[in-house]
């Protein structure tokens, strides 16, 4: 069974970089599909924030493109999120997902960690 | 990118059946057919409940349906059940492999 867990830091200064890793288990990352990371603010709707190929092509979304680094590491079975210069805006429920991209859906998702940006 | 338009939140009495809309452009939901359905419980991950506009995935109820009409697409529930209460987002594909969502709506069973 496919399952997904995020982890990293909870709290993240204003102007810092938020990074997050989702560990992957019950599939091999290098076996295919993409792997994408979402967020949700509190009270909002879920945003997509890109998504990437464990060769390690990359799609993010245009509006998050020039502060979203997505990563793969193989050997561990984990892919990870850097987003640089957050404000509190970036505080949010962030979710890892498999995504297949023949259909462009995801398929299993993680438990989602709350990061807040606060001094 | 803008998020497609889903109503705030759609109510109906246990039994019935509820529509809940998904309106994006003819750049997202109009072009091509794969627009997603996922239910989401508070605290919870979000559940795949439909893919490529009308596909269930196993294990799915069959109470749940979808369709796509121009650059609307929309999820039924049929006979409404206590447990169907939830968040429901759409997503679709919007060219250059990016995706959108809707903002969610809330479902209340009654």
């Known amino acids: 069974q496919v399952q997904l867990q995020e982890s990293g830091p909870g709290l993240v200064k204003p102007s810092e970089t938020l990074s997050l890793t989702c560990d992957v288990s019950g599939y091999s990352i290098s076996s295919g599909y993409y792997w994408g990371w979402m967020r949700q603010p509190p009270g909002k709707g879920l945003e997509w924030i890109g998504s990437m190929y464990h060769s390690g092509s990359t799609y993010y979304n245009p509006s998050r493109k020039s502060r979203v680094t997505i990563s793969v590491d193989t050997s561990k079975n984990q892919f990870s999120l850097k987003l640089s210069s957050v404000t509190a805006a970036d505080t949010a429920v962030y979710y890892c997902a498999r995504e297949t991209i023949s259909g462009w859906y995801f398929d299993h998702w993680g438990q989602g960690t709350l990061v807040t940006v606060s001094a | 990118q803008s998020a497609l338009t889903q109503p705030a939140s759609v109510s109906g009495s246990p039994g019935q059946s509820i529509t809940i809309s998904c309106t994006g452009t003819?750049?997202?939901?109009?072009?091509?057919?794969?627009v997603s359905w996922y239910q989401e419980y508070p605290l919870k991950a979000p559940k795949l409940m439909i893919y490529?506009?009308?596909k269930r995935p196993s294990g799915v109820s069959n109470r749940f349906s979808g369709s796509k009409s121009g650059n609307t697409a929309s999820l039924t529930i049929s006979g409404l059940q206590a447990e169907d209460e939830a968040d429901y987002y759409c997503c679709s594909y919007a060219g250059s492999s990016t995706v959108i969502f809707g903002g969610g709506t809330k479902l209340t069973v009654l």
């Open positions: 003819s750049s997202d939901v109009g072009s091509y057919n794969l």
């Open positions: 490529e506009v009308n």
